[in-house]
Structures are given as C-alpha cells and as structure tokens.
C-alpha cells in the first residue's frame, strides 16, 4: 500500500499550481501546450485533413486551475459541409441531412434559366464547397438573381431597381458578407455576396492569396493609374499614393506566437507591396487594452519600407503591459486620428488618396466599445457617402487570427463590396503567412488586361501601347506592315486581309516589345471571304476581317508588353468593374458603347517607334446611316445594288469631320486595335480593316486633308466574340 499513496501524493505536489494534464489530450489528434499546464498556457489542437478540434480549436488554463470548458472532452471531428436549404428557379441532389468532404452537389435550372456557376460543387476539407455559387436566372429583373449562399435563405424574389432581398444562415451557421442587399440602379447588388460558414471553416492559403491578391491589385492598379492624370509625378509620389494601415491585436487571446506570425505576414506583405512602383504610406498600429502606434503616418519615414519593416521586427508583444483586453475600436480610433492629422496637413491631397486597413484581430473585443462605430468616423472623414461614388477610398480587410473567432464581428468591420471579399479566417496564423507569401505576384498583376503606363524617364513609349504588336510580311520580292494587339501570351488578334490566303508563315514576324516572334499558326475567321461577294458586286469583301496568329513561343509579359481587354472575357468584367458570375457580354456591350457617338482611339506610328493615340468616334444607330449613305455617294461604289453586301453590320464605322474631324487610319495601320477607354483601363471593340478613301501619304496622315466623305470601317469583336471564345482557350470568357 505505502508506495501507492507516496505517488499519488507526489503528483498532487507538482501539478498544483496549474491544469490538469489529464484534461488536455484529443482523441485522434494532436495538441502542443504553449507554457505547460501552468496558468494562462493555452493548448493548441491540430486533427488530420478533413477533421476539425471540437469543441474548439484552442484552450486556455484559467485561473482556477481549470481548462476552459473542461468537463467537454476534446476530439476530431469529421468535417462538414453546410446543407442546401433553398436552391431557386431549379433542383439539386442528392438531397441528405448531411454532407461530408468528397460528396458532390449537382445543380440543374428549370427551362427557360440559365445556369450561371458551377453544375457540380464538391464539399472540401476546409468546409466549403467548391467553386463560386450557382445561380439560375431568366434576366427579367434589372440586376441579376444574387443567388442563395449554400446553408441559408432568402427573402425576397423581386429584383427590380431599388428591390432588396435578406439572408439568414441556417443554425449553427455564421455569415460572412452582407445580411441584406439592395438592387441598384446601376443593375447591380449593394454588398457583398454572403456565405454561410460552420465555425471551423476556414480559408485555404491560396483561396486567401487569389482574393485578397485580386482585390488589392485591382487598388494597386488604379492608384497608380490615378498618379498618371496627376501629371506631377515628382509631387505625388514623395507624398505617397496611397495610406496603407496594419492594425494587429496583441491581447492574450491572440497569443505570443500568432502575434509573432502576424508581424512576419505584416512584414511579408510590405515587401511585396514594395515591388510595384509607386509609394505607400504606412501606419502600424498594435493594440491590446491600450494602443500602441508602432509606426505613424505622419513619421518622416513612414513611406521607406524598410524603415516601417525595421520598427515592426523591433516591437515587442511584451510592450504591451496590460494584455487582458482587446480594444479593437481603440485600434480603429488611432487609424482615425493619424487620417485626422493628415488631413488637416493637406485637406485637398488628403481626399484623393486611396486608403487600406488590414486589421489581424480575432474580433473578439471587449475593451472601448463597438468597434464598427470608428469605421463610421472614418468613412466620414474620408467623405465617403452611399451616394458620391468614393468607395474606392477605403478598402477595410479583416483577417481572422487566433484559434477562436467571432465571425459576426470580423464580418461587421470588414468592406463589403461586390464582387470582392474583404474578409479572412484562416486555420492559423502561419497560414495565413502563407496566403502573403503567395499573393501579389508581380507576374499576376502584369497579367491584367488594358493597362498602359506613363514613362519613367528612361523609358520609351512603349508602356504607353504596351498591347500593340508590329507584323511584318517579308515575301519575297516585297514587304507589307500591319498591327496587332497581344490578347494573351501566345495570341496577336490582327486583320485577315493583312495575308495571302495560301501565306507561308515563315514570311510573318511579330514584334512585341524588343523582341522578334517567330509564328507557330495562323487563323482566319471563318466567315472571312473576300471575293465571296462578287455576285452582289462588292469587288472586295472585308467582312469578317479577322485572324488570330498563335505565337511559336509564349509571351513574357512587363511593363512594355502586356495583353489589351477583350469583350466578353473576366479580365474585362475586372477592368470595368463588373465581376460577379452573372455578367454577361451585353453588360459589356451597354458599358463600352453607350451612346450614339462612342470616344474611341487608334494607336499610329508615323515614325518609327513613335506610338501615338488618335481619337475617333464610333458613328452608332442613326448615326452609322451616314457612313452608309456617304459611302454610295462614292463612284468607285456606285454599281453595288445594296451598299449593306459591302458595309456590313460586323462594322464599326468611325471617320469623316462630323461632329469633328476624325483622323484616318492609314495602310500600316490595319490590324490594329479600336479601342474604349473605360476609366484608366483599355479595350479593345474592333479590329482596323478599311477605309473609303485613302488619303494618307504612305504611312503619314495629311494634316487637314481628312475628306468628308471618307470613313474607315472595323470588325466589330462584340459579334464575333464566339469565334474568338473558340480559338482563345487561354482567356476565360463569360457564359
Ligand atoms: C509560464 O508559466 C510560469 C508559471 O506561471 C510563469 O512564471 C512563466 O512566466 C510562464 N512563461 C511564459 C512564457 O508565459
Ligand atoms: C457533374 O456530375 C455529373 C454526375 O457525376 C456528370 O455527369 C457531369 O458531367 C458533371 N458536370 C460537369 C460540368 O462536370
């Protein structure tokens, strides 16, 4: 009996002071301790791929030598996926209680809707399913059906302009996104798109890296466009482009070692954004009970990255003395006043700076009150209403750290805005690390269509056209010129009538950049017949004017060489500002030719090397008629019986000195790209195929020699967009 009660009186003395190691362990995983059992040590839970911690992630040892919420005993769990409760206008299946990682959803739309999103989605080991949200929809309404996230439901079926639906997630399900939305005027969804979420669902690294990625270029991207009107680079740029806030909680909740890992990502992430050419302005902030500011806006060296970085390795999570609280809204109210500073510098400068939060917090905040009320300040400061178009202005991202979140209070702080997603909740915070390392690669951003720069001193105008490539056709015996726009890294969009229909490619290069492209394919449209309308007396059909050549070698994009928009495709949707599953072409279409006369330009070379963009308007509706009428006043036309064999609908027709005098396209200029400015970004609607009148001195326009009469046709890509969608696997297209 004796050695019996000499242990058990030994292990009593020792284990005194903290938690029961008993109570720690999980059935069918793994736990590490962060400080023993002692008091305030947490233990953290991992479960194989497809099991989550129940009842919760972590665990701390409080300070009457209990774990929390011991009594429930802690193991892995079997993921699972949120149920469908509400599915319009069409079916699902299977239907079951409960689906599991690997089960496959399939959807199917009633006749007469069409599918937008995926037919199947499988359930994921994060708890998710796979791909965006299906929706069925028959565009009756003015904005498109914002479908019903997995796990909730809707109210409201009506989406006409000023119509608002609301969601509710199922029980047990938390929301991320908008609770209600309005259908606007625009035609599109106030909000963002909700989605309902089991606690321990979480954001893989490269779904966090491809969203956050894609939305804070989309920011980079227009700043840096913006600082292009500026005009005064010098200025603007010494000044800083854009504010940049990182705002990480310290209190004990989040722990030591995700705030060590939070500053690491903070770190990661000021370096990326380093590698793109223009300058932020940092504000770090650290808070737990009490703030502290770890880098101010208004510091002199607030904008030298490795400075802000330097500051950050430096603070320490031991410099918070008072670590219980965690007073979120006292971080905000520091964002708050280093804007207020700011603006009372410069209140004119202040406005047109863009400006970022990332705020690493576990939104459980329990000191200072409701955090959501300094987000209202500071949109006020920012003057940033419903109804004055400044949203840009402020972009909140919140990224879930620790083990145990408050959704609904990420969810609360965060930007909600269509199509994008301005809030994260990652398995752990060195995920999260993770999703940094791999977002914003220069290469993902060069990939986004239509951009062009101004040029740095040592640069020529290319980056100005950077879409615009140069074809040459050496036959033997002589040589011709077209142009051509780079649409992807192995596709130059250019005219078919710039080729012999029996070419030999080894007669074609293409000049993108510095570099000379040797050319694998050649693809005319199909329709594309020049003496196929002999019968109706056209000479010389330019209809479907269209070919693609496939490049021997995949492009290498840079500032210099990069891809133009295309109609029709998700890079465009981005650039316009449309992206959301329901897009369609018409969207498009309606945002790029709105109007009677659309402003549209033409890129000349009339010196070598010497790119300049010529404005023209696109005659539209009655105002197409003229082109038509003027074109029969031409003798050379006179004989064709219906001047429509020759000018086509496929046309746009620009050209003319009505309203104003349009500089025509020459020769050399064929192929090349008609293209709408949309804000800073550029797309291309047609292709240069011909003109009535050839006025031009070889490749030089004649200043003030434009003939009333003469106008120049393009193939227009809106209604060849299936061809294009056919030969151009590389690009994603709409439905
Ligand atoms: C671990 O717990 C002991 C006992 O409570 C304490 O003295 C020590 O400071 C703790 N260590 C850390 C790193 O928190
Ligand atoms: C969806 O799943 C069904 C059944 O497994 C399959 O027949 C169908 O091809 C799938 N659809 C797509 C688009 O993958």
């Known amino acids: 009996m004796l050695p019996v009660i000499l242990l058990s009186y030994i292990t009593l003395s020792v284990a005194a002071p903290g938690c029961d190691p008993d109570k720690v362990a999980i059935t069918g995983g793994e736990y590490r301790l962060t400080n023993g059992t002692h008091i305030g040590s947490r233990v953290e839970y991992t479960c194989p791929e497809g099991k989550y911690p129940h009842p919760a992630y972590s665990r701390e040892c409080q300070s009457n030598g209990q774990w929390k919420n011991e009594k429930v005993r802690a193991e892995c769990r079997v993921v699972q996926c949120p149920r469908p409760v509400q599915f319009e206008h069409g079916e699902f299946f299977p239907r079951k209680p409960r689906y599991f990682v690997g089960d496959v959803l399939q959807f199917e739309c009633w ?96 779904e966090v890296a491809q969203t956050f990625s894609a939305s804070i270029s989309e920011i980079i991207e227009a700043s840096d466009l913006d600082k292009v009107e500026e005009r005064n680079i010098f200025r603007v740029r010494r000044d800083g482009d854009m504010n940049i806030f990182i705002v990480i909680d310290t209190s004990r909740s989040v722990g030591k070692r995700n705030f060590e890992t939070a500053k690491e990502a903070s770190i990661v992430f000021i370096e990326k954004m380093a590698s793109f050419d223009f300058t932020l302005r940092y504000g770090v902030i650290s808070y737990a009970s009490f703030v502290k500011p770890i880098v101010r806006l208004s510091d002199e060296d607030s904008t030298d990255a490795e400075a802000v970085i330097k500051k950050i390795q430096t603070f320490q999570y031991s410099e918070h003395e008072d670590k ?290 010529k404005n023209v308007l696109i005659k539209r509706g009655n105002k197409r008629l003229t082109c038509l009428e003027d ?14 064999d020759l000018i086509t609908d496929n046309f746009f027709c620009t050209g003319g000195t009505e309203p104003e005098v349009d500089p025509q396209t020459c020769k050399d200029d064929a192929g090349g790209p008609l293209i709408v400015r949309f804000r800073q970004r550029y797309v291309q609607v047609g292709v240069i195929s011909w003109g009535t009148i050839n006025s031009c001195a070889g490749t030089k326009r004649r200043p003030g020699l434009v003939p009333p009469l003469s106008r120049d046709f393009h193939t227009d890509l809106f209604r060849v967009s299936d061809w294009l969608k056919n030969k151009l696997k590389e690009l994603e297209f709409l439905n």
Request: aromatic fraction near 8%.
């Open 324 to 613: 219980t609280g965690t007073n979120t809204q006292g971080g905000l109210r520091e964002v708050f006043n280093m804007l207020s500073l700011q603006q009372h510098r410069d209140p004119k400068k202040f406005l047109e700076k863009r400006n970022v939060i990332l705020l690493m917090t576990d939104g459980k905040h329990n000191d200072g009150g409701d955090p959501t009320v300094e987000v209202k300040r500071i949109r006020e400061l920012l003057d940033i209403r419903d109804d004055n178009d400044r949203e840009d202005y402020l972009d909140i991202y919140v990224f879930g750290i620790g083990d145990d979140i408050d959704e609904e209070h990420i969810n609360d702080l965060a930007s909600k805005k269509d199509p994008e997603k301005h809030v994260f909740k990652t398995e752990s915070v060195d995920r999260m690390r993770e999703a940094f390392d791999e977002m914003l690669d220069e290469a993902e951003v060069l990939q986004r269509c239509g951009l062009s720069k101004e040029p740095s001193k040592d640069e020529g105008v290319e980056v100005t056209y950077p879409w615009i490539a140069k074809i040459t056709i050496s036959r033997p015996g002589s040589e011709e010129r077209c142009k051509g726009s780079i649409v992807s890294k192995s596709f130059i969009l250019t005219a078919a009538h710039c080729f012999h229909l029996d070419e030999e490619l080894h007669h074609i290069t293409v000049r993108v950049g510095d570099r000379s492209l040797k050319v694998k394919s050649l693809y005319r449209h199909d329709k594309y017949d020049p003496l196929g309308k002999r019968d109706k007396m056209v000479e010389k059909s330019f209809d479907y004017d269209l070919a693609l050549i496939e490049l021997g070698e995949r492009i290498q994009y840079s500032r210099k060489v990069r891809p133009i928009c295309l109609p029709c495709t998700t890079g465009t949707s981005w650039a316009l500002k449309q992206r959301g599953i329901a897009v369609t072409c018409s969207d498009h279409e309606k945002t790029l030719l709105s109007s009677g006369l659309v402003r549209a330009m033409f890129v000349a070379e009339e010196r070598e090397r010497q790119y300049e963009g």
């Open 111 to 206: 006749a007469g809707f069409h599918m937008y999103g995926p037919e199947n989605r499988t359930c994921q080991a994060n708890g998710k399913w796979s791909g965006e949200e299906t929706k069925c929809d028959n565009n009756v309404g003015d904005c498109p059906n914002p479908g019903i996230p997995i796990g909730a439901t809707k109210v409201g079926t009506s989406y006409q302009s000023g119509d608002t639906v609301t969601y509710e997630c199922q029980r047990g399900l938390r929301m991320f996104g908008s609770k209600e939305r309005t259908c606007m005027k625009n035609k599109r969804w106030s909000g963002a798109e909700p989605s309902c979420r089991f606690w321990y669902t979480y954001d893989t690294p490269p």
């Open 631 to 644: 074109a029969k006043k031409l003798e050379k036309f006179q004989n064709i019986p219906d001047i429509k």
